[in-house]
């Protein structure tokens, strides 16, 4: 069996196919697997607004239609980039087992958050992270700022801002674990939806690729991608949208906690939910619900208009 894995060619999203790859290549049948590299929108345009992009799945849907046009069999992506439905004839197959899901400050000097001075000038590409910053400290102000995690880092080295938030896992993965200031709890920044995991991706019709991926993909990580996903489904949201929900599995038992925020942080929503493992989807999709009846709607709709 020969497998084709569609990849952006970003030092993450190549450690993300060498960790697919290693685990493909372990099997006891293994599959003959090649890399495809393929450039994203996303990729391509480095100065728009992510949040304004006019297009969801800026990162994702390029690599899935090498999979609809042949040139692959798996799409290797990192799952918080994906839509939370994916395009026609594409389904998501399998999660590799997550990695740190939080996000972090990274500064010149190594400061946490709350040692940042009123009207330091924290960046971030994400509008969730934004709107998180302003609802812990208000006092500061965020700048947007667009590039792989090589050059977000130069930027903020060359004094762009005096800080700047990323995620743990790409940091770790790169081996820049050293440039992390502090690494930000769960409780006060809630991560984004599918942070930390790798998802695979094949065509619907592919049977035989599905069963490979599916032999791989780590049990965990699964049920709290589905539970995540059917939140931000349920919400309407999208990378427009700043909201984070993050889902932990002990046992059979899945608890989910989201937040969802106005865009100027002064506003939030929150709840928790607990549920079956088996029932992931539906516990997402119930705390959706829930928080909407105690007015996330609305901060979704202003942050959407």
Known sequence: MKLTLATRGSKLALWQESATRALLCALPSAPDVEKLIVESSGDRDQTSDLAR?????IFTVEVDRALLDGRAEVGVHSLKDMTTTPEDG????AVLARGPIEDVLVTPSGQSLDELPAGARVATGSLR???MIKYTR???ETIGIRGNVETRLRKLDDGAAEAIVLARAGLERLGLG???GEVLSVDRFVPAVGQGIVGLTCRADDDATRAVLESISDADAWAAALAERALLRALKGGCNVPAGGHATLKGDELTITARVLSVDGSEAVESTLRGARADAEAVGAQLAEDMIAMGAGELVEAARS
């Open 90 to 93: 594409i389904v998501l197959a």
């Open 129 to 131: 992270r934004a709107a």
């Open 53 to 57: 992009f006019g297009r969801i799945g």
């Open 138 to 140: 208000p006092d500061l």
């Open 178 to 180: 050293d440039r992390i």
